[in-house]
């Protein structure tokens, strides 16, 4: 009988394998996968606003304002939670990003239904001219926000232009 850790290390082999498999070939390259145990922190500390009215009970204000590029995707409503900007704490992410669910996958960008669905977070940390700070590995961006260095994670949605990228191509905005 095989050992646990040996069972563990296989099944995590074989889902690596499948996962890599359904990935378009464009896809940006997976983080090391140590990353998953930090973002696992993420993950307990903000399922429980996959329902976008828990949002606002834990800090994080709504916003009515879908952020989109036409060139490179959208990111969607930022939800802030102003005691969480200046963390690095993987459970305490400064942002929730939530976009319009569709009626159905193949629906034309004017057909959102009702309701956002939480798609991935975001740190935010003040520029006082340090350093970009990092986090999961990963250097923050720069000007996506004027005076800020900010830091995505997608963990809720796949991102194409990978993980940590600002900007989500498969997200987009309803048209005004």
């Known amino acids: ?3 646990r850790p040996l069972k563990a290390a296989v099944t995590l ?3 690596a394998a499948f996962s890599l498999a359904a990935l378009p070939a464009h896809a940006a390259p997976d983080p090391d996968p140590s990353v998953w145990n930090d973002l696992s922190k993420t993950y307990d500390a903000t399922a429980k606003y996959g329902y976008e009215a828990f949002a606002p009970k834990g800090g994080f204000a709504r916003t009515d304002v879908c952020v989109a590029d036409p060139k490179e995707g959208g990111m969607g409503y930022h939800y802030v939670n ?4 200046g963390s690095l704490d993987p459970a305490k992410p400064a942002a929730l990003l939530y976009a319009d ?7 034309d960008v004017d057909e959102f239904s009702e309701g956002r669905k939480l798609v991935a977070v975001e740190w935010i940390v003040k520029d006082s001219g340090q350093t970009a700070p990092k986090l999961f590995g990963e250097t923050f961006q720069k000007d996506q926000l004027p005076g800020y260095f900010t830091l995505h994670a997608w963990i809720y949605k796949p991102n194409p232009s990978g993980l940590f990228a600002p900007w989500n191509p498969e997200v987009a905005c309803p048209k005004a």
């Not at 102003?82 to 900007?85: D, T």
């Open 13 to 15: 082999a074989m889902a």
């Open 101 to 107: 669910e569709f009626k159905d996958e193949y629906a």
């Open 82 to 85: 102003p005691a969480n900007i």
């Open 1 to 3: 009988m095989a050992s």
